[in-house]
């Protein structure tokens, strides 16, 4: 296989699904809670009131902020659209903003159990996007987590992941 | 939770990460995401039959997720599966020597193609 017939990916689109034995109610309120977010996002605390052309943003160290943007799509509890920036880290301080939506779709197994397929897509990255590398490994973390929380209560162990 | 969905989650990304082509697929959509089920076959030089029976392995598992772009079915990896199995597997058993393995293999490796 050579690598030379690997062109640049169209948009650099990356998606991930994660399966959350939880309502969407649950999911949904997880992804909007400051007190849910500090407990499986990285410990940041998200800051918004979830309306459209309103800001988001995730604290980090008390007020801090970590990431931001600003609410494109805001459909409780079916879908959230925001852009996204990483002011706080240099080397992507200046890169333009890209896009996260996340996807709640309700699923029920045959033994009549709740679940919530979640699927968070990230694009819309610029030309040479340094953050597109910064997330990919982010949100499987991230949703591995949420998981975690939302399915045992545990909080999950940071230190061990990158 | 019952336990038994979660085992059988498992078991399929298992089953579909035990074989060479489906392993080389999800190379191929790592390094360029969102590729049609032509572009896959194309790029790996394999028939339409046999990629769209590896593809739907690979869904069924989890590992890859299907996007429609108007009349155009993308193809993604979700690396999620394979993060929840670090986590399950490898943090618990072995994060600490496989790291120092994977690395003393890599500075072998290098070693070899410089010398």
């Known amino acids: 296989m050579s690598r030379a017939e690997t062109v640049p990916a169209e948009t650099g689109t990356q998606v991930f699904v994660q399966i959350i034995a939880a309502d969407r109610a649950r999911v949904w309120q997880a992804l909007t809670s400051a007190e849910f977010t500090a407990q499986y996002w990285h410990g940041t605390r998200v800051r918004s009131d979830f309306r459209v052309g309103s800001v988001v943003e995730f604290l980090v160290d008390g007020d801090e902020v970590g990431c931001r943007g600003e609410i494109l799509v805001s459909e409780a509890p079916e879908r959230l659209s925001y852009t996204w920036q990483f002011p706080r880290n240099p080397l992507v301080r200046d890169e333009a903003p890209s896009r996260v939506t996340f996807h709640l779709e309700a699923l029920q197994s045959a033994s009549g159990e709740t679940a919530t397929r979640l699927t968070v897509v990230h694009d819309g990255f610029p030309q040479g996007s340094r953050m597109q590398e910064l997330v990919r490994p982010g949100w499987p973390a991230v949703l591995a987590g949420l998981k975690t929380l939302l399915e045992t209560g545990k909080t999950p162990d940071f230190s061990s992941m990158t | ?115």
């Open chain 2, 1 to 115: 939770m019952a336990e038994k969905p979660e085992q059988d989650r498992e078991d399929r990304v298992f089953t579909a990460l035990a074989d060479a082509t489906r392993r080389a697929m999800l190379d191929r959509l790592f390094d360029r995401p969102g590729q049609t089920l032509n572009e896959l076959v194309s790029g790996l030089g394999m028939r339409r039959q046999s990629a769209t029976r590896h593809l739907k392995v690979l869904e069924a598992a989890g590992l890859v997720v299907v996007r429609w772009r108007g009349r155009e079915k993308q193809h993604y990896l979700n690396p999620v599966p394979i993060a929840e199995i670090e986590r399950r597997w490898i943090d618990k058993f072995a994060r600490a020597p496989a790291r120092a393995l994977v690395e003393l293999r890599q500075t072998l490796e290098r070693g070899e193609e410089e010398g």
